[in-house]
């Protein structure tokens, strides 16, 4: 399959680890949140999502924390698998907008 | 149940030319949109329909066009390709305008030559 992201930032992990991704996102009126996962050759795959009342939200092995004070999406996975290994992208959506703006991507690799 | 459809999966093309390309949402999902990715980036918005209407558009050229039929499905055209146009091309599907889960299909690779 082709490559999603060439020159993205990586975050590598031992499998079994914990992963943490982080995301800025931008625009201080969105409200609603949402992280992606692409692996090569498709297309991206919705993990989790948040809304801005809320600053963490929990689902199977994976936990999305939102601070709206700085502006800052994370995407917790624990017990990493090879698996979970693509890129990740975050995002934002403005007040039930039609718009979602994403995030540059950070590729997940998981070391057996 | 089917999820979001996209066809043609790959489309090779010569500059000048033009080219559709057809997305069906999930049953009972009203909105469709459309994104480009760039490779090694992000998806970027282009076009949004919610029923039948043009909800938002992004900051493509007006050679970027698209469509949304009675039963919900899409098609998004772009004419006289440039280079600049090979990428993978997303169709989203949601239950509503925005707000909500958005579900992407596997995309259209576009490659103009």
């Known amino acids: 399959g082709e490559s999603v992201g060439l020159h993205l930032p990586t975050l590598s992990v031992q499998e079994g680890d914990n992963s943490i991704i982080n995301c800025a996102y931008s625009n201080s009126a969105s409200d609603y949140f949402i992280w992606y996962k692409q692996e090569s050759g498709k297309g991206p795959q919705f993990i989790i999502d948040?809304?801005?009342?809320?600053d963490k939200r929990q689902g199977q092995r994976v936990t999305i924390l939102l601070n709206k004070t700085v502006k800052h999406l994370s995407l917790q996975i624990a017990a990493t698998q090879p698996g979970d290994s693509a890129v990740y992208f975050c995002?934002?959506?403005?007040?039930?907008?039609?718009?979602?703006?994403f995030g540059g991507g950070t590729r997940l690799m998981v070391k057996p | 149940d089917a999820g979001v459809t996209q066809s043609p999966t790959h489309l090779i093309k010569t500059r000048g030319q033009h080219v559709t390309l057809r997305c069906s949402p999930i049953s009972g999902h009203k909105s469709v949109s459309w994104y480009q990715q760039v490779l090694g980036q992000g998806p970027q918005f282009i076009f949004q329909?919610?029923?039948?209407?043009?909800?938002g558009r992004g900051n493509f050229p007006d050679r970027f066009s698209a469509r949304q039929f009675p039963n919900y499905s899409s098609e998004l055209n772009v004419n006289a390709l440039l280079l600049g146009d090979s990428a993978l091309y997303l169709c989203?599907?949601?239950?509503?305008?925005?707000?909500?889960?958005?579900?992407f299909g596997q995309g259209t690779r576009l490659t103009v030559v």
């Open positions: 995002a934002e959506n403005l007040n039930a907008g039609n718009m979602l703006t």
């Open positions: 989203a599907s949601r239950l509503t305008g925005g707000g909500t889960e958005a579900f």
């Open positions: 948040i809304r801005s009342n809320m």
């Open positions: 329909y919610y029923e039948k209407e043009e909800r």
